[in-house]
Structure formats: structure tokens, C-alpha cells
């Protein structure tokens, strides 16, 4: 199955969850998640890419904000800085993106779907070996964010691909859930967890990540 029917299917689960939702009693308190709350949050993500024998993580650390602009849009920004090392070959990437999420509130829940464009800067270096190579990436994502009690569980689909030439560029499907927790007024935790399928390589990946957030 390629990356478009995965997404297709994965919004089409989507939609079915809404669905189900829809015939249960509405929930009043959706202040456990992250759609229409103004914060800033930074995070840590290890990739561990498979079909690796040895020294397989990719790390990330990530700088964000989001900001509700109405009662169904949301605007952020984040950057990401990445390190890669492996068989003496290191790789290091900047990405600066910005996106705009839209949602409903539905019995409770929140379907959404967002959009987002940025730029990405990766050098690599080896043994006599250095390149760089900069270009543009563009992304949709969609989900539904479900508060169970005091926790957000939210299931999701994201799909990323960038503007370069079809021999260089890549395009890479995400499915997997986040999770976040209020656990004062002001202060959050949150665990994403998703399987990382890039479409004509073996490079697929398992990723996790943890973090905070500050409300402001």
C-alpha cells in the first residue's frame, strides 16, 4: 500500500472515530488537550531507524508555540535541530516550519487537520567528505484529539514531502498517538509515540518523544 492510501485510510478512520463519538453523550471538559490553548513547548525525539544493525538514533530537540487565532484555527511555529552520527558519517539538520491547524468540536472530541511549510538546512560530513543541502518542505496532518479525564489522547496521521526533484526528494507518511497532561494550570507533559514509513527506502523508522509545555 502506498503513502496516499495510507493517508486516505487514515483519515477515513479518522472520520469514522467522529462518527462514533457523535452517539455518545458530549463530554464538558476539553481543557486536557492542546487545540485552542496558547503555549510554547520544547521536546526531545529519539528516531531509532530500522534495518540499522548498529548506532541507529536519530535525536531532535524542538522549540514551539501555538497560538488559537479563532474558535476553530490555530497558528504555530516551531524550530528543530537534528544530530545523526553513523559509520563515521555525521549529519546535522535545521528546520524552521510554521502551520495553520483547523478543528471542530465534535461530541467532546476534536477532529482536525493542519497544514504547514517551512525550510530545512542539513549538512553532512565524512572522511574527505562534505555537503549541504537546503531546501523547502511541506506537510498535512490530520487526527482527533479525545480527552479521557485529565489526559488528552490523541491518534494521528502526517504526511511530509519537500519541493526537490523526485531523485532527491522525500516523502514520508507518520501514524501514531500523543498524549498530554495539564498537571497545573499553567505546566503540561506530553509522550508522542509514531512509526515513520518513508515511501522507496528501507529507512523507515520508530519514534518517541517527550516533553513540556507552558501555557502564556
Not at 530537540?61 to 479563532?70: I, K
Not at 546535522?92 to 517551512?118: H, I, M, Q, W
Request: proline letters at 3%; glycine letters at 8%; one cysteine or more.
Amino acid at each position: 500500500m502506498n503513502l496516499t492510501k495510507k493517508f486516505s485510510l487514515a483519515l477515513t478512520i479518522v472520520a469514522a472515530a467522529c462518527l462514533v463519538h457523535a452517539d455518545e453523550p458530549a463530554s464538558t471538559d476539553t481543557s486536557a488537550g492542546t487545540l485552542g490553548q496558547r503555549y510554547a513547548e520544547l521536546s526531545f525525539t529519539n528516531q531509532v531507524i530500522e534495518h540499522v544493525s548498529s548506532n541507529n538514533n536519530y535525536y531532535y530537540g524542538e522549540l514551539g508555540a501555538n497560538v488559537p487565532v479563532t474558535k476553530f484555527l490555530d497558528l504555530g511555529g516551531n524550530y528543530t535541530y537534528g544530530w545523526f552520527n553513523h559509520l563515521g558519517q555525521s549529519l546535522r539538520s535545521n528546520l524552521g516550519e510554521a502551520d495553520a491547524t483547523a478543528y471542530v468540536t465534535c461530541a467532546g472530541v476534536k477532529p482536525f487537520a493542519a497544514l504547514d511549510l517551512g525550510y530545512q538546512w542539513d549538512r553532512t560530513t565524512a572522511a574527505n567528505y562534505f555537503a549541504r543541502s537546503e531546501y523547502a518542505v511541506w506537510g498535512m496532518a490530520a487526527g482527533i484529539e479525545i480527552p479521557v479525564g485529565p489526559v488528552a489522547i490523541t491518534p494521528f496521521a502526517d504526511y511530509g514531502t519537500d519541493f526537490r526533484r523526485s531523485i532527491a526528494s522525500t516523502q514520508d507518511l507518520d501514524l501514531g498517538v500523543k498524549i498530554n497532561y495539564w498537571y497545573n494550570e499553567r505546566w503540561a507533559v506530553f509522550a508522542n509515540v509514531y512509526h515513520e514509513d518513508v515511501m522507496h527506502s528501507s529507512s523507515d523508522s520508530f519514534n518517541w518523544s517527550l516533553g513540556l509545555r507552558r501555557k502564556f
